[in-house]
């Protein structure tokens, strides 16, 4: 089955320094990958997604995520954080071996962004 | 703009008690979701629908039941609530197929069984 793993349950950051969330995963075939945000209280929202082309991949709010084959991985990057980038983060794969090509979630990495 | 609403933000109901869950969208997706978010799990399938009247299992569909009358309505239904049913509640529905598809997402429910 496919899968992806975040490493790390929280990430803290200074605001204005770089902020990157790791994602890695484990498919058979080429991968969909997704990254999604979820602000307190509130539903995910899409980021951004990686489907073919070009490994740099840019997304909403200034993030961007580099697509790596050889690692397998997709970590999210953004160049400069933000207070309000505080939220809890979560990668996603396209599983096409299951019913109805579900998202498989990783657990979740929550950014602490401080002032 | 995509729209996916739920019936409730946050519903507390007692063990045993029958309880629905409304999920609608308005962008005529063939594809809804519903999916439960627990702290260190993510976010975890119970059950999907593919159009009206088809749904399908997902991951952890024990003690669910879902429900799909029209192609933009979504219900979720816990037959009998039990403690162990709190969590909070998510649904999706998706559009497109191949590089166009984006899963979007509704604000969540969040239920409190007692």
């Known amino acids: 089955a496919q899968s992806v793993a975040q490493p790390e349950d929280q990430v803290n950051v200074a605001e204005g320094n770089p902020l990157t969330v790791k994602c890695t995963y484990s498919?058979?075939?080429?991968?969909?990958l997704f990254w999604y945000v979820q602000y307190p209280n509130r539903g995910l929202q899409f980021l951004l997604k990686?489907?073919?082309?070009?490994?740099l991949v840019k997304g909403s709010y200034g993030f961007e995520a580099e697509f790596n084959k050889s690692q397998t991985s997709f970590h999210l990057k953004k160049p400069s954080a933000l207070v309000s980038d505080s939220a809890l983060y979560f990668c996603?794969?396209?599983?096409?071996?299951?019913?109805?090509?579900?998202?498989?979630f990783g657990g979740g990495t929550r950014v602490l962004v401080k002032p | 703009d995509v729209k996916v609403t739920q019936s409730s933000r946050y519903l507390v109901k007692r063990t045993g008690e029958k309880v629905f869950l409304e999920c609608v969208q308005d962008?005529?997706?063939?594809?809804m979701f519903w999916y439960r978010q627990d702290p260190g799990l993510g976010l975890r399938l119970i059950y999907f629908?593919?159009?009206?009247?088809?749904?399908e299992k997902g991951d952890i569909p024990e003690g669910y039941s879902v429900s799909r009358e029209k192609k933009e309505r979504f219900s979720l239904i816990l037959e009998s609530a039990s403690t162990n049913q709190t969590s909070m509640y998510l649904c999706?529905?998706?559009f497109g197929s191949g590089s166009q598809e984006t899963q979007y997402f509704g604000p969540g429910t969040r239920l409190l069984v007692l």
């Open positions: 999706a529905s998706r």
């Open positions: 498919v058979s075939g080429n991968p969909y």
């Open positions: 990686y489907i073919t082309g070009d490994n």
């Open positions: 996603a794969v396209r599983d096409f071996k299951a019913a109805g090509n579900k998202l498989t």
């Open positions: 962008m005529d997706h063939e594809n």
């Open positions: 629908s593919y159009d009206v009247k088809m749904k």
